[in-house]
């Protein structure tokens, strides 16, 4: 087990929602990167934050926001929900944002959009 | 396009067996190959990290290959355990790359039967 933790475990919403999901990074982390992971898929990179700043986006939309903050703790958020947002949400968390830094990866939130 | 392939999708052995699992890549230029453990619903945990001058890394019963020139990876699974069924993810960096410049594999499915 790593020192990530993510909230809530498991989620279900219907489309057209709004949905936060939260990460709490290691002690000593400044970073926090978000993935979605589909059923079957690996993880695709949605956005890095880096000291309470956007470091980084992957190819998604705007309704895509997130944000971090001073204790580096992080939030994910996604509005208007559709149904191919269904998939687990991964947070992880490194020491530094430099290449060789490995990330730790949070057990993930499962969110369910009917 | 950078890319990374695993095979195979799916892989069912028998309590004790070893196997490999295997990663190609056409990510470029290259920075670093990681092996992550991912049990179901959880979040992938790191198993091994090679850089371009490694071309072996192990970690109790795995042991990860690479060969840069050809752009292939291997894990290979000794003596294997029940607590070995889980998901494994080839990650491999893009040199240079920023927050965006990890590739992850679709992982390989690996199931452990008694």
């Known amino acids: 087990e790593t020192g990530v933790t993510q909230s809530p475990t498991h989620l279900i919403k219907t489309r057209g929602q709004q949905v936060t999901l939260r990460c709490s990074s290691q002690?000593?982390?400044?970073?926090v990167s978000w993935y979605q992971q589909a059923l079957g898929q690996g993880p695709q990179f949605i956005f890095q934050?880096?000291?309470?700043?956007?470091?980084g986006r992957g190819n998604f939309p705007p309704r895509f926001s997130g944000l971090q903050f001073p204790n580096y703790s992080s939030e994910l958020n996604v509005n208007a929900l559709e149904l191919d947002d269904s998939a687990l949400y991964l947070c992880?968390?490194?020491?530094?944002?430099?290449?060789?830094?490995?990330?730790?990866f949070g057990p993930g939130t499962r969110l369910t959009v009917l | 396009k950078n890319q990374v392939e695993q095979s195979p999708q799916s892989l069912i052995i028998l309590e004790g067996k070893n196997c490999t699992l295997q990663c190609n890549y056409t990510v470029s230029p290259f920075s670093n190959l990681r092996w992550y453990k991912q049990d179901t619903g959880r979040g992938p945990v790191s198993l091994t990290i090679?850089?371009?001058?490694?071309n072996t890394k192990s970690n109790g019963r795995y042991t990860a290959t690479l060969d840069a020139d050809t752009k292939q990876s291997s894990l290979h699974i000794t003596a294997s355990q029940l607590s070995d069924s889980a998901s494994y993810i080839c990650v491999v960096r893009f040199r240079g790359g920023g927050a965006d410049g990890l590739t992850f594999g679709k992982g390989t499915h690996l199931i452990i039967q008694p």
């Open positions: 992880a968390s490194s020491f530094d944002k430099g290449s060789y830094n490995e990330q730790f």
């Open positions: 090679m850089t371009f001058s490694e």
């Open positions: 934050y880096y000291r309470e700043e956007e470091n």
């Open positions: 002690s000593g982390h400044n970073t």
